[in-house]
């Protein structure tokens, strides 16, 4: 699972919360009190109450305090992912015409649990928000309690859609986390080695080093059995032929390529692009 997967998903927290913020900020911009504000005749049993205008303004307050927390929980993360350093997780770079991953220092588990809270308070205050315009319904053309029928023509739709959209978000959040699990989620739900650790699975190849730095250098036999059983998955050998590990080695891409063919492995990957550079 990539950061750059992270950081986009923090980003569209906080566009949307951007945009529900807005919204917020013009119902509280609006006075309820005002009598042109509503369609209703003060003396009607369907007149709103003062307690439907407060409801509204809190309603309002709660929405935009939920949007705010959430949108200062997805920058704290945003900014705990640019300042880390570690191997937890891999951003891919271009060096020298290969891919190459780089390490962020992120907490898989701390990094759930915020994207998680930040995606609450969004849910909390989609809610709040809907509530306060259910409010804004009654004071407009008459309370629920009065069976107000262009109340209800505009409340029920709202009750309906809200609800159904969050679930929809909530459950697509969810499979998400419990899926994309992997070391690498560029390629599928487990990344182009699965479950395996990339960076482990590189210290595998160590004794193909020395062959992978020199285009005349023998390859050994263990190297070339261990190619072999690689190259069953030419998507995760080229991962690992890009990861970090091998890279610290001095490796170079363009000759651990050509180790198939030196081996004399008959059926292998050729032309499969490992960055820049193919299997011959």
Same mark, same amino acid.
């Given at each position: 699972?990539?950061?750059?997967?992270?950081?986009?998903?923090?980003?569209?927290?906080?566009?949307?919360?951007?945009?529900?913020?807005?919204?917020?900020?013009?119902?509280?911009?609006?006075?309820?009190?005002?009598?042109?504000?509503?369609?209703?005749?003060?003396?009607?049993?369907?007149?709103?109450?003062?307690?439907?205008?407060?409801?509204?303004?809190?309603?309002?307050?709660?929405?935009?305090?939920?949007?705010?927390?959430?949108?200062?929980?997805?920058?704290?993360?945003?900014?705990?992912?640019?300042?880390?350093?570690?191997?937890?997780?891999?951003?891919?770079?271009?060096?020298?015409?290969?891919?190459?991953?780089?390490?962020?220092?992120?907490?898989?588990?701390? /990094?759930?649990? +915020?994207?998680?809270?930040?995606? !609450?308070?969004? =849910?909390?205050?989609?809610?709040?928000?809907? #509530? %306060? *315009?259910?409010?804004?319904?009654?004071?407009?053309?008459?309370? /629920?309690?009065? +069976?107000?029928?262009?109340?209800? !023509?505009?409340? =029920?739709?709202?009750?309906?859609?809200?609800? #159904? %959209? *969050?679930?929809?978000?909530?459950?697509?959040?969810?499979?998400?986390?419990?899926?994309?699990?992997?070391?690498?989620?560029?390629?599928?739900?487990?990344?182009?080695?699965?479950?395996?650790?990339?960076?482990?699975?590189?210290?595998?190849?160590?004794?193909?080093?020395?062959?992978?730095?020199?285009?005349?250098?023998?390859?050994?036999?263990?190297?070339?059995?261990?190619?072999?059983?690689?190259?069953?998955?030419?998507?995760?050998?080229?991962?690992?032929?890009?990861?970090?590990?091998?890279?610290?080695?001095?490796?170079?891409?363009?000759?651990?390529?050509?180790?198939?063919?030196?081996?004399?492995?008959?059926?292998?990957?050729?032309?499969?692009?490992?960055?820049?550079?193919?299997?011959?």
């Amino acid at each position: 699972m990539t950061t750059s997967i992270h950081v986009t998903a923090l980003d569209s927290v906080v566009n949307v919360n951007s945009l529900f913020t807005l919204a917020v900020f013009i119902g509280l911009a609006w006075n309820p009190y005002d009598p042109s504000n509503t369609l209703v005749d003060p003396n009607s049993r369907c007149a709103p109450t003062s307690k439907i205008a407060e409801d509204l303004i809190k309603f309002h307050v709660y929405s935009f305090s939920s949007f705010l927390f959430s949108s200062l929980v997805a920058l704290a993360i945003k900014q705990a992912i640019k300042l880390s350093k570690s191997h937890t997780f891999n951003i891919h770079v271009t060096f020298r015409g290969s891919e190459f991953l780089e390490h962020v220092d992120v907490n898989k588990t701390l /990094l759930r649990v +915020g994207m998680v809270v930040s995606g !609450a308070g969004s =849910v909390a205050g989609c809610v709040f928000l809907m #509530l %306060a *315009l259910v409010n804004v319904v009654q004071i407009k053309v008459g309370t /629920l309690a009065c +069976g107000s029928g262009h109340a209800f !023509a505009a409340v =029920v739709p709202l009750v309906i859609l809200v609800p #159904l %959209a *969050l679930l929809i978000y909530v459950c697509v959040g969810l499979y998400a986390f419990t899926r994309f699990n992997g070391v690498d989620g560029t390629s599928n739900y487990y990344g182009p080695c699965g479950k395996h650790d990339i960076e482990k699975e590189a210290q595998k190849l160590a004794p193909c080093t020395y062959a992978a730095k020199y285009f005349r250098a023998p390859v050994s036999e263990r190297c070339c059995t261990i190619m072999e059983k690689k190259l069953n998955n030419p998507s995760c050998l080229c991962a690992i032929l890009q990861s970090r590990t091998v890279y610290n080695a001095g490796v170079r891409p363009e000759v651990a390529v050509t180790i198939p063919k030196r081996c004399n492995i008959a059926v292998r990957p050729v032309g499969h692009k490992c960055g820049a550079f193919p299997f011959v």
